[in-house]
């Protein structure tokens, strides 16, 4: 997750309809586990998401751009904030919108492989099609965008097996691509994240959580890249 937009939607980024039907999603691929080491996770959204479901029981957090390192609870259990690490035991690794940031993403993926264990699952998620390219991507500075194709190339050469792939948030995707592309020459001041009225925020919500059920046969379209796979 990149802080730059998380701070612009501060608070109501726990009831954003973007990012908590991205973590039901999550969630609907992970089932449970034991511990979650979350790459690139800015404020814990996932981490401390997945702790408050029960899903997992405890989680560590990395990213570059925290100016400390602390530890934390939530709903009772362990979440740890740190710039980096060497090695961890967690079961399942965490990579939401991370490797677009990164000049060289089979390097940045291959690295985190190598702090986890053999068997060890990884989850994946990443902007789709860099026909979408726009002031929203320059803001956050991206470096690509992906296709499905494109991120299974990344995680093969990472050397990792990929055990699922599919596009998210196609629903909605032919209204989010026509407003993208109609923004696209705005300046690269912002993220499009903002906070959205109630009752439009809950319908996008419901479209998106109805989505989950058949996400999986989804090869052809949507605004994110999902891949699920083992080291």
């Not at 740890?80 to 690794?93: C, E, G, K, Y």
């Not at 690269?188 to 959580?209: G, V, W, Y």
């Amino acid at each position: 997750m990149d802080l730059k937009e998380e701070a612009g939607l501060g608070e109501a980024i726990n009831r954003h309809w973007y990012y908590t039907s991205k973590a039901k999603m999550a969630a609907a691929h992970i089932g449970r586990c034991r511990s979650v080491l979350d790459i690139g996770a800015g404020s814990g959204f996932f981490s401390r998401w997945l702790l408050r479901n029960k899903l997992a029981e405890r989680a560590a957090c990395i990213d570059t751009g925290y100016p400390n390192e602390w530890d934390d609870r939530e709903a009772g259990r362990e979440i740890v904030f740190r710039r980096s690490i060497v090695s961890s035991d967690a079961d399942l690794v965490l990579m939401m919108d991370v490797l677009e940031h990164v000049d060289d993403d089979v390097k940045l993926l291959r690295e985190c492989l190598d702090m986890v264990q053999p068997g060890a699952r990884v989850l994946i998620t990443v902007p789709a099609f860099q026909f979408l390219w726009s002031a929203h991507d320059e803001f956050l500075e991206h470096r690509r965008r992906y296709t499905l194709p494109q991120l299974r190339g990344t995680v093969e050469k990472a050397g990792a097996h990929v055990t699922s792939g599919h596009y998210y948030y196609g629903a909605i995707f032919p209204l989010a691509a026509g407003v993208r592309l109609f923004q696209r020459r705005r300046k690269p001041d912002s993220s499009d994240m903002r906070q959205t009225n109630p009752a439009l925020n809950a319908a996008l919500e419901a479209i998106c959580k109805a989505e989950i059920a058949i996400m999986r046969w989804n090869k052809v379209a949507g605004l994110s890249v999902v891949m699920t796979c083992r080291k």
